[in-house]
């Protein structure tokens, strides 16, 4: 499980980092099916996967910190036997999930107050909590008008698109990343999921950037929706990943290079608010 699951992070088959995040913690759970001698042998392998896991994406935020909470806090536990340092690992899984999880979901609750009904939006890439958020809108009884953007070159944009147009109330339209800037004003709202915020930047898919920038050149204001555990005040470096070039251009590049990383860099002064499980903060 533990190597399947570094695949599919590497592979971006799962595309929220909260899912991400959550799969990474949950294979840590096989450990407690395989048997060890010692607690220490047992702690060493804990430690070896859990690196292997946040290795397999180090731009995840959410991936590193509940990754490496159920290590820390197994590693520095008093523990008498192999039994003892598996349930404690198998409680602080539950419990660093559970908060993984619920922080998405009143993130998207707390979201619905600041999506009006009637509004044209426009988002990008795929955020399971901005789906959540337009979900719970749309229960209110709310209806919209979404722009979504493809999110090349593995045009995630469209799972987006797909899943909005299964909601009654939500009249769904896919566009190039390069077209939001036609659209931006018809828009009464960007609303985009993140990766994390840190040092007063916010990282996700890349694209965000542009779309934020022109959206602030228009009056039109940005909102990011997640987790409070995405905001990072100390402790983790962003670094961004670089997918192969073939994602872009499948044919060889002869004569030239080809570059496709998977995050930029938005300032947080290009947003008008951040919407967690905590509640908003303005900008």
Sequence with gaps: MIDETVAEIQEMQTHSSSV????????????????????EEYVRSLERNGSVLRRANPSHASLQNAVREVVDDVTEADLESVEDAKRLTKERIDAVVSRVESGKRLAAENAV?????????????????VIEALEGAVEAGKSFEVYVTEARPRYIGRKTARTLADLEGVETTLITDSAHGHYLEDCDRVVVGMDCIVDETLYNRVGTFPIAATAAQLDVPVTVLGSASKIVTEGFVFENEFRPGSEVMPEPAEGFAVENPNYDATPVSLLESVVTDEGCQEF
């Design 20 to 39: 991400v995040a959550v799969r990474a913690t949950r294979a840590l759970e096989e450990l407690v099916d395989r048997e060890f001698a010692t607690v």
């Design 113 to 129: 107050d600041y999506l009006e009904d009637g509004a044209t939006l426009l988002t990008h890439d795929y955020s399971s909590t």
